[in-house]
């Protein structure tokens, strides 16, 4: 089973930056698998729950939202088990509670793709 946690979100003014962290934990027996992958959705209120990002732990291979691409950067870290979502150029529309996801089936923008889910962590840009 993995345990997933987020971190890094808060209240930043239009055109600032923010940079999330998920770390991964009893992550090993996972990451063995070299169909796993990270990513991060969001979900703005009244809203659906909506891929931002993913990445492959084996080749780091990356998939953005186009309405993220050339702002956001996903990376990882081996030795921390963790996973970056890096956010510039922010627009009050990326204001949403931002889910760190994890899946041992291949690299998916599918929601229903991802077997484990963070809490959540709140990211709100003002105008």
């Known amino acids: 089973q993995v345990q997933l946690a987020e971190s890094g979100g808060g209240l930043v003014q239009a055109g600032g930056s923010l940079r999330l962290s998920c770390a991964a934990s009893?992550?090993?027996?996972?990451?063995?698998?070299?169909?796993?992958?990270m990513g991060w959705f969001r979900q703005a209120p009244g809203k659906e729950r909506e891929f931002v990002t993913t990445?492959?732990?084996?080749?780091?291979?990356?998939y953005y939202a186009d309405s993220v691409k050339g702002r956001f950067t996903i990376s990882r870290d081996f030795a921390q088990n963790t996973v970056y979502l890096q956010m510039n150029s922010l627009r009050p529309e990326d204001t949403a509670v931002y889910y760190c996801?994890?899946?041992?089936?291949?690299?998916?923008?599918?929601?229903?793709?991802?077997?484990?889910w963070g809490q959540g962590t709140q990211v709100t840009v003002s105008s």
């Open positions: 996801a994890a899946t041992s089936r291949g690299a998916t923008p599918n929601r229903n793709g991802y077997d484990y």
């Open positions: 009893d992550a090993p027996s996972v990451i063995i698998f070299s169909n796993y992958a």
């Open positions: 990445i492959t732990w084996v080749g780091g291979r990356t």
